[in-house]
């Protein structure tokens, strides 16, 4: 099974079934899903956490039963209601190894936020360069790597910065060419 995301303004969520490829069920409210962009889904696969590329906040859907999801939207900012206009600007979403909490990598704020996942509160934001984007998590070590497209006070084009989420702090910014995004992690 997957689950694609059509990153329109006025989006869907397709569940699939990848062995006989066909839609399972299309996860589409007028006016609901704003531009769904990435997500991931816990290994209880009871919920599916997707960005919305504009706004503060993401969306949580409980998927107990994948075919009648519950969609809520949640503000990246605890305390603070729904703004549906340009402010974070989640792009990318992971997990940490045990999951107890996840990190959104926020355009337009310029930062990575690491939320608890028991009561999806922040628990710190980490500026970053210019157009942080893709995520990734070692499994090894406490580290976080996010690629940005830009980086501040340098000439450099763009970097991935290496975050240790225990300690909340940024490790380094190693340069990474030219507008580089996609990025892998190799424990190794």
Do not use: W
């Not at 996860?27 to 816990?42: D, E, H, V």
């Not at 960005?51 to 009648?68: C, M, S, V």
């Not at 996942?117 to 990734?136: H, K, Q, R, Y």
Request: charged share 15%.
């Amino acid at each position: 099974k997957a689950f694609v995301f059509d990153c329109q303004p006025n989006g869907r969520i397709a569940y699939v079934d990848l062995e006989n490829m066909q839609v399972l069920a299309s996860y589409q409210t007028p006016g609901t899903l704003r531009s769904p962009y990435a997500g991931i889904i816990n290994n209880a696969f009871n919920t599916l956490y997707v960005t919305a590329q504009q706004g503060n906040y993401i969306y949580k859907i409980d998927i107990t039963d994948p075919l009648n999801p519950v969609i809520n939207e949640m503000s990246l900012e605890t305390g603070s209601p729904i703004d549906y206009n340009s402010s974070l600007n989640p792009y990318a979403i992971a997990f940490s190894p045990d999951e107890s909490i996840y990190f959104v990598s926020c355009q337009k704020s310029s930062e990575v936020r690491i939320m608890q996942t028991s009561n999806d509160s922040i628990l710190n934001a980490i500026p970053l360069g210019v157009n942080p984007a893709e995520i990734e998590v070692s499994q090894n070590l406490p580290y976080l790597f996010v690629s940005c497209l830009g980086s501040i006070d340098t000439s450099k084009k763009s970097a991935v910065n290496i975050i240790n989420y225990q300690t909340r702090s940024t490790i380094t910014s190693v340069y990474a060419g030219h507008e580089s995004r996609g990025i892998a992690v190799d424990d190794v």
